[in-house]
């Protein structure tokens, strides 16, 4: 069965495929940094005291988990230019929406691990006379970040497979290569499951690096 | 040191706390006893504001809590506070404890902190744990760290709520031991405890609350020996 195919000729198109992957990992590195930074925001934003970020970072959460990724990278990348009168880059509008969704998802992680520290570790830093902002940075964070790690590293995987998707908005990412070769050259067997084998290989190695990471950090 | 007057607190309609009125003297060692659910630690917890009071005055060193005006930040500086599951910071080192406030909210340098929070912990008896984190020592040493974190600030008077009821019986002692040296040293500390050895001992003053109130108050070994009110007495003969 196998050898009615040429997978050998895959040789050939690695290039474009290479090409495919640097914008999936492109997009997913940039995506989730920003991902991260939106996450720690809203998360935090979630539970502060002020009512209104504490309304906004809802809104914020529950609009992007609650709509699909495809919806929001359709929407993104055709509806919004409309809006704004300013045509986005498919690319830019990858990021966007890789940023968006992973933020979301990412301010719940945070908002949980926060959450999860003893109350009585920001009553013993209040009590030493820190504000709540030194406590949360010094105390709070440090052991939150900790808890963290795991959570985050599922979102990051998700994520990743998540840049798929994109292809619908014409970014060339692995996917979007991979069906252009095979729409050209009839090799469908062998170029998506070259594709495949290439998002079990960035996983993969995020999953190996993950876990070393918490075994050294003892989690 | 502290006055509080008429002070109320009520978590939504269950008042906790129904009207203390209280005076502690610069050295004077306070002990609060009294039955479960009476407002001991909540009234402790209103001396630096973790719990904010509904109504009433508390004046710390001549801050009045309830002024928006009062910097609590900078009262709480000048209150240290030992809590019942001790609360050290379990990602911080024995001595990172310690020097944490001190560089951060008093400023002062690496190495000042460093050496007075290593004179600290001499003084607790645990110099060779410095570089230790929290859970590697027993309940007793983690406690002794958190009343040597709490003097790293150079507080001016000392809140104690419930240090020695975590602890394992055998452990007790030696908590009670840096309590008791603290007391001697002329350190102003309001102790609520289970202990009535200790409080005999070393409290100037007891009070009895039951029921969110101030039920009696007075000198140890006459609290002890001859309590005026039946409350006090019922309390007394249940646990000694």
């Known amino acids: 069965m196998i050898g009615r195919f040429n997978w050998a000729g895959v040789i050939d198109f690695l290039p474009q495929l290479f090409t495919g992957l640097y914008y999936t990992l492109l997009i997913s590195v940039v995506g989730l940094v920003i991902g991260f930074i939106l996450g720690g925001f809203f998360g935090l934003g979630r539970i502060a005291q002020n009512r209104a970020l504490r309304s906004i970072s809802i809104v914020f959460i529950e609009t992007l988990r609650g709509t699909p990724v495809l919806v929001q990278a359709i929407w993104i990348y055709y509806a919004l230019p409309l809006i704004i009168q300013f045509e986005l880059g498919s690319v830019t509008a990858g990021i966007t929406v890789i940023s968006l969704n992973s933020g979301a998802y990412i301010a719940e992680i945070v908002r949980g691990a926060v959450q999860s520290i003893d109350k009585g570790q920001m009553e013993a830093g209040r009590s030493l006379g820190l504000n709540h902002g030194q406590a949360m940075r010094y105390i709070i964070w440090p052991q939150a970040f900790k808890r963290m790690i795991p959570p985050l590293g599922n979102q990051f995987i998700i994520s990743i497979k998540d840049t798929s998707l994109l292809s619908v908005i014409l970014v060339p990412e692995l996917i979007f290569q991979g069906r252009l070769i095979a729409a050209n050259h009839f090799n469908a067997v062998e170029i998506y499951t070259t594709v495949a084998v290439f998002y079990l290989a960035i996983t993969l190695s995020l999953s190996f690096v993950l876990q070393r990471t918490e075994r050294r950090l003892d989690i | 040191m502290i006055t509080v007057k008429d002070l109320h607190k009520k978590f939504g309609d269950n008042e906790v706390l129904k009207g203390i009125d209280c005076e502690i003297e610069p050295s ?111 309940g007793g040493q983690q406690q002794r760290v958190a009343i040597a974190r709490a003097l790293a600030m150079e507080p001016k008077m000392m809140l104690f709520d419930e240090p020695t009821s975590a602890l394992d019986p055998e452990l007790v002692g030696e908590v009670l031991e840096v309590m008791k040296q603290l007391a001697n040293e002329g350190m102003t500390m309001f102790v609520v405890t289970h202990e009535m050895g200790f409080a005999r001992e070393v409290g100037d003053r007891v009070l009895f609350m039951d029921e969110g109130m101030i039920v009696e108050e007075g000198d140890p070994e006459q609290m002890f020996t001859d309590p005026q009110s039946d409350r006090t007495k019922e309390f007394l003969n249940k646990i000694l």
């Open chain 2, 28 to 138: 004077e060692v306070v002990c609060v006893i009294g039955p479960s659910g009476s407002g001991k630690s909540t009234f402790l917890r209103c001396l630096n504001m973790l719990e904010p009071i509904t109504s009433g005055e508390v004046i710390v060193d001549g801050n009045n809590l309830n002024d928006s005006k009062t910097d609590i930040n900078m009262v709480r500086t000048e209150v240290g506070m030992v809590f019942q599951q001790f609360n050290l910071f379990p990602h911080k080192k024995v001595i990172e404890n310690l020097m944490l406030a001190p560089q951060k909210v008093r400023k002062i340098t690496d190495k000042e902190a460093r050496e007075r929070c290593l004179k600290l912990l001499e003084k607790v008896g645990l110099a060779d744990k410095a570089e230790q984190y929290p859970q590697q020592l027993s």
